[in-house]
């Protein structure tokens, strides 16, 4: 397992903005798929978007036209921008890696990915 560091949570109101960071221990960055999950008190741990080498992305419903995944590869780094905030949103954020390359239809598929970190706390107040 590669080592995953998140950086870039907080706390905002609703409707405003976050920008989610994670740096990748792996020289190997650029080959493997990479993804966001967020896990909510009491709840599941769930993938929130994903990115593949080729650069296709996919989101949940839950994040599609809020959030976006990016990443930069000179970096090993990938970053989820989070726009117009929501309570429902408050959850513990999760930056994941796949051992390989994942297919577009794939990048939200838990059992695609690894690797995790240790988490960064997104809360949005109402």
């Known amino acids: 397992q590669l080592e995953l560091v998140e950086s870039g949570g907080g706390s905002v109101q609703a409707g405003g903005s976050l920008r989610l960071s994670c740096t990748a221990s792996?020289?190997?960055?650029?080959?493997?798929?990479i993804g966001w999950a967020r896990q909510a008190p009491g709840e599941e741990r769930v993938m929130v978007a994903g990115?593949?080498?080729?650069?296709?992305?996919r989101y949940a419903a839950s994040a599609s036209g809020r959030f976006t995944i990016s990443r930069d590869n000179t970096r090993n780094t990938v970053y989820l921008q989070m726009n117009n905030l929501k309570p429902e949103d408050t959850a513990t954020y999760y930056c994941?890696?796949?051992?390989?390359?994942?297919?577009?239809?794939?990048?939200?598929?838990?059992?695609?990915?690894?690797?995790w970190g240790q988490g960064t706390q997104v809360t949005v107040s109402s």
């Open positions: 994941t890696a796949g051992n390989d390359f994942c297919l577009p239809q794939e990048l939200l598929d838990a059992t695609q990915y690894a690797s």
């Open positions: 990115i593949s080498v080729g650069q296709a992305e």
């Open positions: 792996t020289p190997l960055f650029s080959h493997i798929c």
